[in-house]
Structures are given as structure tokens and as C-alpha cells.
């Protein structure tokens, strides 16, 4: 597919607030490489400026069927996974129609005149046209897996809420340390999942079981990372969906998916799939109904790198230096 320059996939609007500047930029994803290459223009740029501004970047995806497939939300967090892993990158789960926001168009910061510092810039335009190279990378993978009928987007990422439907009561958990790329795919996927009026319950690792964590002094605490998770979802669940989100410690007693009798469905990584079967053995023994199983893949995965995912490990160990948003090269 030729590539043009995207300009009518994203927008950037830049607004001031009393913290600072607030930046965002709004992408119209349509699952295919122009896409790819916006979202990640749009993540470089806003990472750029984040690093030496006083700024709170978010990057706004819309679809235009709302993001029926959870493959559409595994291949956005795959490109932000290696781009600015970081990055809030927000899923707008309404069915986008028509322009509206995603006309493209800038509107500079108020009293934003051309930045005079040119190694900036140089800097900025280097790292944009490095993002533009790693989602072409990703989108040929993608293209790659399939051909080869092993895509693991197509095994794993498979469900689809128009066929598969959405439940009243799903769960889903972690340590959402750092929170980043892979987190939040989970978390959007399981936002997805709840139905409208339906309930969310989210467990956020407890302190305690990650004691043992490699480089555990620097895991944030419980409080923060409940927190991130809590305010990712309020920006993902549009109100009118009505979902009651409950969000609370996972720690050594049985978790709620286990020992809720009316619990549908439980949103997982392709890791934890094992894990999960688990937990509907003991849901038989109780003689509950199985839970439903909304599985998500892993992102950022690399074999020219050796990176088997984005893990908030290795932002961990980096935490002391550099730029959380620097992904590794693809």
C-alpha cells in the first residue's frame, strides 16, 4: 500500500491548563499501515516535546467501528510498545462517523512560536522518521504472521465483541507497575468487554507479593499503580456506558474471579492462559459456570532484538536514566 503522509489520519490539539500545557493528539485507526505510521508519528512527536516541556501527552485512537475486534487493539498497543511504550494512548470505544475530530489540522501552543533551538528539532524529526520505520516493521510482521497462519494477533487476540458479545461482570488484573503499552491494552480490552451497566472489577498486585520482583525497591506503590489503572479507564469508559469500575488489591486470598458465582468473563495475557484454567477448575469445584476467557497477546516482541515483550521490568531497570518513552529500535 503506498504510503502517503497520513496527515488525514491524526490532529494535534494543544491546550493550556493550570499544571501546564496539555497536549493530544487524536488518531483515526483503520487497521492498516497509514494508521501505523500515524499513531506513531503522533507518539514520537508528542514524546519529543514531553521530555522538555511541561506537558501530559495523550494520544486519542478512534475506529470506525469502536474497536469491535480485540486484534485492533493488540495491533494499536504493538506500534506504541515500540515507539513510546509509555505513552497514555487512549481508545475511544464509540463508533466514530463521518470527520468530526479527526479532520486533520495544528494548532500551535498560544504564544508557540517556531522552536528556536535547532539540535531540538533535529532531534524531533530524527525520532519521528525512527517511528515511522518501526511501524512499518510491526506492520510487516503482522503481514508475515498471517501469511504464515501463525499470526499470534489472529490465535490469541481472536475475539470479537459484534459475534462474541460483551458480559455484565468481568475481571481482569495485574501489577500495572509503570504503567505502560501492555497494560493498557488489558485494561482497554477488558473496558471493551464490560457490557453497558455491567461491572468491572480490576486487582492490582499487592505490594507484598512483589517483594521478590527484580528490582522490586523501584516497583511504585500499590496506591499509584491502583490509581493509574483507575484514571486510564475513566478516560476509556464513556459515561453513558455506565460501568461501575472496582478496583482493589490482588493478594494471597482467592481472587473475586474465583469466587464470584456470577462472574462471566476474565481478560488475560496469552501468558496467563494456564493461570486462568486454573482458576475455572476451582470455579467447577465450587460448581460455578466457567468463566469466558477475552485473551489478549503480548506486545513489542522482537526476534531481531531478543525482546520476547514490553515488560515494566526492563523500565524498571532503565528507570534511573534516560527517557521512559525511548523504546529499543526495531
Not at 32 to 61: F, G, H, I, T, Y
Not at 98 to 110: F, I, M, N
Not at 228 to 242: K, V
Not at 312 to 325: E, I, K, M, V
Amino acid at each position: 500500500m503506498p504510503m502517503g503522509t497520513g496527515d488525514e489520519d491524526v490532529e494535534n490539539i494543544t491546550a493550556t491548563a493550570a499544571s501546564g500545557s496539555l497536549t493530544a493528539s487524536t488518531v483515526r485507526w483503520n487497521d492498516d499501515a497509514e494508521s501505523a505510521r500515524a499513531l506513531a508519528r503522533a507518539c514520537a512527536s508528542l514524546a519529543s516535546s514531553s521530555s522538555s516541556e511541561r506537558a501530559r501527552p495523550r494520544v486519542d485512537v478512534v475506529s470506525s467501528d469502536g474497536f469491535a475486534r480485540v486484534a485492533s487493539l493488540w495491533r494499536v498497543y504493538d506500534v506504541v510498545a515500540c515507539v513510546a511504550p509509555m505513552m497514555d494512548v487512549v481508545p475511544r470505544f464509540s463508533v466514530s462517523r463521518g470527520e468530526g475530530a479527526e479532520r486533520s489540522g495544528v494548532k500551535e501552543t498560544p504564544g508557540g512560536a517556531k522552536r528556536e533551538d535547532d539540535e531540538r528539532e533535529e532531534d524531533a524529526r530524527r525520532r519521528i522518521e525512527r517511528a515511522e520505520r518501526t511501524a512499518d516493521a510491526r506492520v510487516e510482521r503482522w503481514n508475515a504472521s498471517n501469511d504464515a497462519s501463525s499470526s499470534s494477533s489472529s490465535s490469541s487476540s481472536s475475539y470479537d465483541f459484534e459475534r462474541d458479545g460483551e458480559m455484565v461482570r468481568v475481571s481482569v488484573g495485574g501489577t500495572f507497575d509503570r504503567l505502560h503499552a501492555g497494560h493498557r491494552l488489558l485494561l482497554a480490552a477488558a473496558a471493551r468487554t464490560v457490557a453497558p451497566g455491567g461491572t468491572l472489577y480490576v486487582g492490582v498486585t499487592s505490594s507484598e507479593l512483589l517483594a521478590h520482583k527484580k528490582h522490586s525497591h523501584l516497583v511504585e506503590p500499590y496506591e499509584t499503580r491502583a490509581e493509574s489503572a483507575r484514571a486510564f479507564l475513566r478516560q476509556c469508559l464513556p459515561p453513558e456506558r455506565s460501568v461501575d469500575v472496582r478496583v482493589g488489591p490482588l493478594d494471597a486470598s482467592p481472587p473475586l474471579a474465583a469466587t464470584i458465582r456470577d462472574m462471566h468473563g476474565l481478560v488475560i495475557s496469552r501468558e496467563t492462559v494456564s493461570g486462568a484454567e486454573a482458576l475455572n477448575d476451582v470455579r467447577a469445584t465450587a460448581g460455578f459456570d466457567p468463566l469466558a476467557f477475552v485473551v489478549v497477546d503480548v506486545v513489542g516482541a522482537d526476534s531481531s532484538s531478543g525482546a520476547v515483550k514490553l515488560s515494566s521490568t526492563d523500565l524498571r531497570a532503565r528507570d534511573a536514566g534516560g527517557d521512559p518513552n525511548d523504546a529499543p529500535r526495531v
